[in-house]
């Protein structure tokens, strides 16, 4: 089944990265903390890693989009505010994959079930459209088919090229995991079959101090209403009208990106949605609501009925215990 998947940061949370509020907070934290050691941050970058703390402050921003969107024309403020993002989410990044079981997991049940089919072209009837800089999904595909023993390297090669070309970061993220930098490839020549040695030591790159990485990183976000975004927006909208299901998970219907996706062309009568809401805050439901007119509690999903197209259907649960005890993607 044609399936789409879209990620809020609700949905890489159980990885240890922030929500979007958390980000703003950890941002202010590190920026804290990281400004006392000179072997972070140059002296001479410190006045500005004061002053996008101040800024953040003092404009309570709902998000860190909104917040680079709204700070686009003060150029330090937005590269600064790039650069602190990728800083915050390197620092999660370490051991970020190394927790509980997780809902990733139910994408590698789906590779799993196209290699045992032997059909790697159903690998393309999931696409995933993230709002999230973190590369947590792309290193858990990664570190699950080096497992894999009965593959071999140019099978895996293959398999991951088909999958992670199906995710799609409408802001960017750190870095391309489809083709890592120059740089990477001078240092490891060999680097299509070093993939997993390269991510897990992205930010420790020799010769590279850890705040050229982060600037470096930080250049690969984008901003709401940036011109690069164009082809993006128009990819992430075909896969969703393309799609028989659609899994909003972790995503928290900020007008902007609502827009983004065309979300207020939602429901059609020919797709069915399930949505996850974790704890129910009202403000979010009511947004959920005013898409889904219909929307239905995550009871009648009891016994893993799907449910009619057209309607969605809503979880309280985190994404990983909704995916576990309600409704998984994988057929």
Same mark, same amino acid.
């Given at each position: 089944m044609?399936?789409?998947l /879209?990620? @809020? %940061?609700g949905?890489?949370v159980?990885?240890?990265f922030?929500?979007?509020?958390?980000l703003?907070d950890?941002?202010?934290?590190?920026s804290?903390i990281?400004n006392?050691f000179?072997?972070?941050?140059p002296l001479?970058e410190?006045?500005k890693?004061?002053?996008?703390?101040r800024?953040?402050? #003092?404009?309570?921003?709902p998000s860190? #989009?909104?917040f680079?969107?709204m700070?686009r024309?003060d150029? *330090?403020?937005a590269?600064m505010?790039?650069?602190?993002? =990728?800083?915050?989410l390197? /620092?999660?990044q370490i051991?970020?994959?190394?927790?509980?079981?997780?809902w990733?997991?139910?994408?590698?049940?789906f590779?799993? &079930?196209?290699?045992? =089919? @032997?059909?790697l072209?159903?690998?393309d #009837?999931?696409?995933? +459209?993230?709002?999230?800089?973190d590369?947590s /999904?792309?290193g858990?595909i990664l !570190?699950?088919?080096h497992?894999l023993?009965?593959?071999?390297?140019a099978?895996?090669?293959?398999?991951?090229?088909?999958?992670?070309?199906?995710v799609l970061?409408?802001?960017?993220s750190?870095?391309?995991?489809? %083709?890592?930098p120059d740089e990477?490839?001078?240092?490891?020549p060999d680097w299509?079959?070093?993939?997993l040695?390269?991510?897990?030591s %992205? +930010?420790?790159?020799?010769?590279s101090?850890?705040?050229?990485?982060?600037?470096r990183?930080?250049n690969n976000i984008r901003?709401?209403?940036d011109?690069?975004?164009? #082809? +993006?927006?128009?990819?992430? !909208?075909?896969? /969703?009208?393309?799609? *028989?299901?659609?899994?909003i998970?972790g995503?928290?219907?900020h007008a902007d990106?609502?827009?983004?996706?065309?979300?207020?062309?939602l429901?059609?009568k020919?797709?069915?949605?399930?949505v996850?809401?974790?704890?129910?805050?009202?403000?979010?439901r009511?947004?959920?609501?005013?898409?889904?007119?219909?929307? +239905?509690?995550?009871?009648?999903?009891?016994?893993?009925?799907?449910g009619k197209p057209?309607? =969605?259907?809503?979880?309280v649960?985190?994404?990983?215990?909704?995916?576990?005890?309600?409704h998984?993607f994988v &057929?």
């Open positions: 044609r399936t789409t /879209i990620l @809020g %940061a949905a890489s159980h990885c240890g922030p929500t979007g509020p958390g703003l950890a941002i202010i934290r590190y804290s990281l006392f000179e072997g972070f941050y001479r410190r006045s890693i004061s002053r996008i703390r800024v953040i402050r #003092d404009q309570q921003p860190i #989009d909104f680079l969107k700070n024309r150029a *330090e403020v590269a505010g790039k650069h602190m993002v =990728a800083t915050t390197l /620092i999660k051991g970020a994959l190394r927790g509980e079981p997780n990733y997991g139910a994408i590698v049940q590779i799993l &079930d196209c290699i045992e =089919a @032997g059909d072209k159903r690998l #009837d999931l696409k995933i +459209v993230t709002f999230n800089y590369l /999904i792309e858990f !570190r699950a088919l497992s023993s009965f593959l071999c390297e099978e895996r090669e293959e398999i991951l090229m088909r999958v992670v070309s199906n970061h409408v802001y960017g750190l870095f391309d995991f489809l %083709a890592p990477y490839k001078k240092e490891f299509r079959t070093r993939r040695q390269i991510f897990n %992205a +930010v420790y790159r020799k010769g101090s850890f705040f050229a990485e982060a600037r990183f930080g901003i709401i209403g011109p690069d975004t164009d #082809d +993006v927006v128009r990819k992430a !909208r075909e896969w /969703i009208a393309g799609a *028989e299901q659609v899994f998970l995503y928290g219907f990106n609502n827009e983004l996706l065309g979300l207020n062309a429901p059609t020919d797709q069915f949605y399930f996850t809401n974790f704890r129910n805050p009202l403000k979010v009511e947004k959920i609501i005013g898409f889904f007119p219909h929307a +239905v509690h995550e009871n009648s999903l009891a016994g893993g009925r799907m057209g309607t =969605a259907y809503i979880s649960r985190s994404v990983n215990k909704a995916l576990e005890t309600e998984s &057929d």
